[in-house]
């Protein structure tokens, strides 16, 4: 019947508006209007419904809960529960009946309301709300672009995580199109991501918004983080929020672990491959209050076989042993404080080099280079401890304001060996993060403002023996004869030392403006003060527009800084001969981000369908500039002179032709050049372009999986090897290459084993290394990696879950 | 080319685990049955669906929160319906007939108990 009146008042309207309006009649239309506004309230009035959300407490009572979001499932209509826990909330033609309720700290549900219900009566119980997600939710995506964010972000759920091996965090982005993952050189089995066309030290990667891989830990840090602790990784491109410091230039890429009070009691894993890697992951999860729970989750990882399959003589994976504690304490009381403590310890030791290098004769002696007797490796060994305790205190009332205080704390130390050369360096960091955040008119106006401040103390240093060989002192009419190549006469020691302590502390406000989720701005700006820097300010600005239903439009703008760590950022360059060489004065690194997305949901042949489109645009103010093509015997490390940018623009498309079988194809070309010395040159080691497209089909309840991804990758350039002899230049560019996984799941009551293989093409890149066959040798190099080193790998393992 | 070769066949070999794993599915004979349930909230979907998912016999499975009704469609040579009825039982929900196991009904989350504040329609 309500229905029938909004009909016959949309007819009156039209009536009279093409009556009066049209014949631009001198009629007083504003009390027309008023009329019309008030009868069509009115009709719409019994189109609301109203209730009251409340809570029972253990003795029965009733209370009322304020701040609860009530609104209509898969909508953004919507509206908040007032001081006495009631609401009033219009329907939504077209006929949508189910209602969420959600509020922090309490178990969000759907209710479902008949057409002649116009008052509720809901009732919540406690819990966490990201428990309720998991249990209410028939099939949630595996990975999904999120609508609601104003920031571009993809969600990386667990679902997605398990369709490929994903041992660790840098294997957990195979099948992701935006982030790309890489061996950074041949020997160490160190992985690099890149994101928008820059290395992952531009992106700030945290866990649980805690800073994680930073300062020392960048070269194996994704090593750090095993893939079953993982509940879900978010990817967000482009500049991102004030409220973690200003260190985030390309993106930000945070990791949630699993939580004890919504994680399995028992969790196993064991995995092995064909190169005889095993991997052991056990974790349990303790409630032992309603509001504590406990648990501690332990990581091991062994591989000691040796292999050559590309015959260069060395080993194509360093041996690694890796032994990975954390051990969290939760505490929850909804609605008013949570506390998150955790602590984490690592062990990991690789060794790589020539497969006939022996450890235990070790020693940084230059005897046996001349007559190859010496071989060549590397060690790494590292210690890690991490804590962080997380606060957050909810205050009641109608702004639900919270406060949160975020403390973390890191000791590294990590001892290494190239060859001969030796590396140091022990990292202490501090990190403090204060969070005041609050809500107004619904959510209409939000503000979050605090302080953080961060000390960083190195202690590092690099010990380098450069070797000089006899053909290095003949004049250049002499030809040399192999003698006179190959025989060391001079080597010369040099330390260079990078101590250094830093410590910022500033201040930040951010603002959100959020008009009924069409229009949505965040404003926020940060201001801090670093003892090497100075004072440096940081704006940001996002937006989000609901240009039609299904069509979302982003843009971004912000500056971000870091400071260079350019031992640890660029230990691939320490597997080589080449001469370090640092200008004076070289500053911290300051950038702009651009960034523009379209995201468009539809639907197809009525399936669910999804396209983005975005680019993005860094632009560097200051930069260190790592050099690798000048000359190769050295890499020179100097601030940029000229421009430095990466432009990037990625198309993608996701559908589900059934409801068990999604495809996901993207695209994305990066443009990416920096200033050397003054000639602009595209950025060494940078792809291109870059094609993927994934395959995911399951059976019902997903009891069979089958996942298959191909990753195309274009040529990007190689390092410039023109001044070396004719016989160890590398071509100039890389090939266009194809990497295919796939893997098969068969999940069962309390267990599941999966099958799969890696680079199933078995693509290698010949000749990683350069001048392989004597690594004590001036053109020595093996940073210059742009393809795998392992070819083909099939793998297997077992997950058991006892909830 | 070598490559598209590989590329070909690792297709056909995936379009050969889907019809595999469909025609694994496939079998000759099936019954369908509905049992009235004790379920509560949207929770308990997910709960016996993917409870009574790895049951022996049972090919789909379907809850309707409102009515309560779980639609099963089993195989007959493999399962009974009492033994379906048990299943669910052992889950914590009350089948037809057949009350809640105890043990199970106790581990339910607040919201899946009986009674638990009902559903508003």
């Given at each position: 019947m309500n229905v029938c009146i909004t009909r016959v008042v949309i007819h009156l309207i039209k009536i009279i508006v093409n009556d009066q309006f049209m014949n631009n009649s001198?009629?007083?239309?504003i009390p027309l209007i008023f009329f019309l506004m008030l009868l069509f309230t009115w009709t719409a009035s019994s189109q609301n419904i109203s209730g009251n959300v409340f809570e029972k407490s253990g003795s029965g009572k009733q209370g009322a809960l304020t701040g609860v979001n009530v609104y209509w499932a898969g909508t953004t209509t919507g509206t908040v529960t007032d001081e006495n826990g009631k609401f009033r909330l219009a329907r939504v033609q077209g006929g949508n009946s189910k209602l969420v309720v959600s509020l922090l700290g309490y178990r969000r549900d759907t209710i479902q309301v008949l057409k002649d219900k116009s008052k509720l009566n809901i009732e919540m119980f406690p819990g966490d709300r990201q428990l309720s997600e998991v249990e209410i939710k028939a099939r949630q995506d595996n990975s999904f672009v999120s609508?609601?964010?104003?920031?571009a972000t993809t969600v990386i759920n667990i679902g997605e995580l398990q369709?490929?091996?994903?041992?660790n965090l840098a294997e957990s982005?195979?099948?992701?199109?935006?982030v790309d993952v890489s061996?950074?050189?041949?020997?160490?089995g160190a992985r690099q991501i890149q994101l928008l066309g820059l290395s992952g030290i531009y992106s700030q990667i945290m866990a649980e918004n805690v800073p994680?891989?930073?300062?020392?830990?960048?070269?194996?840090?994704?090593?750090?983080?095993?893939?079953?602790?993982?509940e879900s990784i978010q990817v967000a491109k482009g500049t991102s929020s004030v409220v973690q410091g200003y260190e985030s230039i390309t993106g930000q890429i945070n990791v949630e672990y699993k939580k004890p009070e919504n994680a399995e009691k028992l969790y196993l894993n064991v995995y092995g491959n064909s190169n005889l890697r095993f991997e052991a992951n056990a974790s349990s999860a303790i409630k032992i209050t309603d509001k504590l729970s406990t648990s501690l989750l332990v990581h091991a990882d062994d591989f000691r076989y040796k292999f050559d399959r590309?015959?260069?003589?060395?080993?194509?994976l360093p041996k690694l042993t890796n032994i990975n504690l954390f051990n969290r304490w939760d505490f929850i009381n909804p609605g008013k404080w949570v506390s998150r403590l955790g602590v984490k310890y690592l062990y990991e030791d690789r060794n790589g080099g020539?497969?006939?290098?022996d450890k235990s004769s070790?020693?940084?002696?230059?005897?046996g280079i001349t007559n190859d007797t010496k071989k060549y490796g590397i060690g790494i060994r590292t210690n890690r401890f991490e804590a962080f305790w997380k606060n957050g205190v909810f205050f009641k009332g109608s702004a639900q304001s919270s406060l949160g205080l975020i403390l973390s704390f890191i000791n590294h130390q990590q001892d290494a060996f190239y060859g001969i050369n030796l590396y140091h360096g022990h990292e202490q960091n501090f990190n403090a993060n204060l969070i005041y955040t609050a809500q107004f008119d619904g959510e209409k106006h939000k503000i979050s403002a605090g302080a953080s401040g961060f000390t960083d103390n190195y202690s590092e240093n690099y010990v380098q023996t450069r070797l000089a060989y006899r053909y290095q002192y003949l004049p250049d009419t002499v030809t040399p004869t192999y003698a006179d190549k190959f025989t060391l006469v001079n080597d010369s020691v040099y330390t260079y030392v990078m101590d250094r302590r830093e410590w910022a502390a500033g201040g930040f406000f951010e603002y959100t403006f959020n008009l009924k989720d069409k229009f949505t701005l965040i404003a926020g700006a940060r201001g801090d003060y670093n003892n090497r820097w100075g004072f440096l300010f940081t704006p940001r600005l996002h937006l989000r527009v609901t240009?039609?239903?299904g069509l979302a439009l982003r843009g971004s703008v912000g500056k971000g800084y870091r400071s260079p760590n350019l031992l640890a950022e660029n230990s691939?360059?320490?597997?080589?001969?080449r001469v370090l060489n640092f200008a004076p004065g070289l500053t911290n690194e300051e950038a702009w981000n651009f960034g523009l997305s379209l995201t468009w949901d539809f639907n197809l042949f009525s399936r669910k369908a999804e396209f983005t489109v975005d680019g993005y645009r860094t632009s560097f103010v200051k930069q260190t500039v790592v050099d690798?093509?000048?000359?190769?015997t050295a890499v020179f490390f100097y601030n940029l002179n000229g421009q430095s940018y990466a432009n990037v623009v990625q198309a993608q498309f996701s559908f589900q032709?059934?409801?068990q079988f999604t495809v996901l194809a993207a695209f994305r070309y990066n443009d990416v050049k920096v200033t050397e010395g003054n000639r602009l040159v595209q950025k060494a080691l940078v792809n291109q372009y870059k094609a993927l497209l994934t395959l995911s089909y399951a059976t019902r309840f997903d009891k069979w999986k089958f996942d298959l991804t191909g990753q195309l990758n274009g040529p990007s350039r190689i390092p410039?090897?023109?001044?070396?002899?004719a016989v160890l230049q590398l071509p100039e560019k890389s090939p266009v290459w194809f990497n295919l996984l796939a893997q098969i799941t068969k999940k069962f009551r309390n267990f599941e084993i999966y099958v799969g293989g890696e680079n199933l093409l078995n693509v290698r890149q010949d000749?990683?290394?350069?001048?392989y066959f004597k690594?004590?040798?001036?053109?020595?190099?093996?940073?210059?990696?742009?393809?795998?080193?392992?070819?083909i790998t099939g793998y297997a393992g077992i997950r058991l879950t006892i909830k | 080319m070598k490559t598209k070769n590989v590329i070909l066949g690792s297709m056909v070999l995936f379009a050969l685990m889907l019809v595999s794993a469909a025609a694994f599915s496939q079998d000759k004979k099936e019954a369908t049955i509905k049992i009235k349930t004790s379920a509560v909230c949207d929770m308990c979907k997910d709960r016996i669906e993917q409870g009574m998912a790895?049951?022996?016999?049972?090919?789909n499975i379907v809850l309707d929160v409102d009515t309560k009704i779980v639609t099963i469609t089993y195989n007959p040579s493999k399962t009974t319906p009492d033994e379906l009825r048990k299943a669910i039982s052992k889950l914590g929900y009350d089948a037809d007939n057949v009350l809640a196991d105890k043990a199970a009904y106790n581990k339910l989350p607040a919201c899946c108990k009986k009674d638990a504040a009902p559903k508003k329609k």
């Amino acid at each position: 019947m309500n229905v029938c009146i909004t009909r016959v008042v949309i007819h009156l309207i039209k009536i009279i508006v093409n009556d009066q309006f049209m014949n631009n009649s001198s009629i007083n239309k504003i009390p027309l209007i008023f009329f019309l506004m008030l009868l069509f309230t009115w009709t719409a009035s019994s189109q609301n419904i109203s209730g009251n959300v409340f809570e029972k407490s253990g003795s029965g009572k009733q209370g009322a809960l304020t701040g609860v979001n009530v609104y209509w499932a898969g909508t953004t209509t919507g509206t908040v529960t007032d001081e006495n826990g009631k609401f009033r909330l219009a329907r939504v033609q077209g006929g949508n009946s189910k209602l969420v309720v959600s509020l922090l700290g309490y178990r969000r549900d759907t209710i479902q309301v008949l057409k002649d219900k116009s008052k509720l009566n809901i009732e919540m119980f406690p819990g966490d709300r990201q428990l309720s997600e998991v249990e209410i939710k028939a099939r949630q995506d595996n990975s999904f672009v999120s609508k609601m964010k104003t920031q571009a972000t993809t969600v990386i759920n667990i679902g997605e995580l398990q369709r490929a091996a994903c041992c660790n965090l840098a294997e957990s982005f195979e099948t992701n199109a935006s982030v790309d993952v890489s061996y950074s050189d041949a020997v160490s089995g160190a992985r690099q991501i890149q994101l928008l066309g820059l290395s992952g030290i531009y992106s700030q990667i945290m866990a649980e918004n805690v800073p994680l891989i930073r300062g020392l830990a960048t070269p194996y840090g994704l090593n750090y983080v095993p893939g079953p602790w993982m509940e879900s990784i978010q990817v967000a491109k482009g500049t991102s929020s004030v409220v973690q410091g200003y260190e985030s230039i390309t993106g930000q890429i945070n990791v949630e672990y699993k939580k004890p009070e919504n994680a399995e009691k028992l969790y196993l894993n064991v995995y092995g491959n064909s190169n005889l890697r095993f991997e052991a992951n056990a974790s349990s999860a303790i409630k032992i209050t309603d509001k504590l729970s406990t648990s501690l989750l332990v990581h091991a990882d062994d591989f000691r076989y040796k292999f050559d399959r590309n015959g260069d003589g060395f080993m194509d994976l360093p041996k690694l042993t890796n032994i990975n504690l954390f051990n969290r304490w939760d505490f929850i009381n909804p609605g008013k404080w949570v506390s998150r403590l955790g602590v984490k310890y690592l062990y990991e030791d690789r060794n790589g080099g020539q497969m006939d290098f022996d450890k235990s004769s070790w020693n940084t002696d230059t005897t046996g280079i001349t007559n190859d007797t010496k071989k060549y490796g590397i060690g790494i060994r590292t210690n890690r401890f991490e804590a962080f305790w997380k606060n957050g205190v909810f205050f009641k009332g109608s702004a639900q304001s919270s406060l949160g205080l975020i403390l973390s704390f890191i000791n590294h130390q990590q001892d290494a060996f190239y060859g001969i050369n030796l590396y140091h360096g022990h990292e202490q960091n501090f990190n403090a993060n204060l969070i005041y955040t609050a809500q107004f008119d619904g959510e209409k106006h939000k503000i979050s403002a605090g302080a953080s401040g961060f000390t960083d103390n190195y202690s590092e240093n690099y010990v380098q023996t450069r070797l000089a060989y006899r053909y290095q002192y003949l004049p250049d009419t002499v030809t040399p004869t192999y003698a006179d190549k190959f025989t060391l006469v001079n080597d010369s020691v040099y330390t260079y030392v990078m101590d250094r302590r830093e410590w910022a502390a500033g201040g930040f406000f951010e603002y959100t403006f959020n008009l009924k989720d069409k229009f949505t701005l965040i404003a926020g700006a940060r201001g801090d003060y670093n003892n090497r820097w100075g004072f440096l300010f940081t704006p940001r600005l996002h937006l989000r527009v609901t240009l039609a239903k299904g069509l979302a439009l982003r843009g971004s703008v912000g500056k971000g800084y870091r400071s260079p760590n350019l031992l640890a950022e660029n230990s691939p360059m320490l597997i080589s001969q080449r001469v370090l060489n640092f200008a004076p004065g070289l500053t911290n690194e300051e950038a702009w981000n651009f960034g523009l997305s379209l995201t468009w949901d539809f639907n197809l042949f009525s399936r669910k369908a999804e396209f983005t489109v975005d680019g993005y645009r860094t632009s560097f103010v200051k930069q260190t500039v790592v050099d690798q093509d000048s000359l190769p015997t050295a890499v020179f490390f100097y601030n940029l002179n000229g421009q430095s940018y990466a432009n990037v623009v990625q198309a993608q498309f996701s559908f589900q032709p059934l409801k068990q079988f999604t495809v996901l194809a993207a695209f994305r070309y990066n443009d990416v050049k920096v200033t050397e010395g003054n000639r602009l040159v595209q950025k060494a080691l940078v792809n291109q372009y870059k094609a993927l497209l994934t395959l995911s089909y399951a059976t019902r309840f997903d009891k069979w999986k089958f996942d298959l991804t191909g990753q195309l990758n274009g040529p990007s350039r190689i390092p410039d090897t023109r001044k070396m002899p004719a016989v160890l230049q590398l071509p100039e560019k890389s090939p266009v290459w194809f990497n295919l996984l796939a893997q098969i799941t068969k999940k069962f009551r309390n267990f599941e084993i999966y099958v799969g293989g890696e680079n199933l093409l078995n693509v290698r890149q010949d000749n990683p290394i350069v001048e392989y066959f004597k690594p004590y040798h001036t053109h020595f190099d093996a940073s210059m990696a742009w393809g795998p080193v392992v070819g083909i790998t099939g793998y297997a393992g077992i997950r058991l879950t006892i909830k | 080319m070598k490559t598209k070769n590989v590329i070909l066949g690792s297709m056909v070999l995936f379009a050969l685990m889907l019809v595999s794993a469909a025609a694994f599915s496939q079998d000759k004979k099936e019954a369908t049955i509905k049992i009235k349930t004790s379920a509560v909230c949207d929770m308990c979907k997910d709960r016996i669906e993917q409870g009574m998912a790895y049951e022996k016999g049972v090919k789909n499975i379907v809850l309707d929160v409102d009515t309560k009704i779980v639609t099963i469609t089993y195989n007959p040579s493999k399962t009974t319906p009492d033994e379906l009825r048990k299943a669910i039982s052992k889950l914590g929900y009350d089948a037809d007939n057949v009350l809640a196991d105890k043990a199970a009904y106790n581990k339910l989350p607040a919201c899946c108990k009986k009674d638990a504040a009902p559903k508003k329609k």
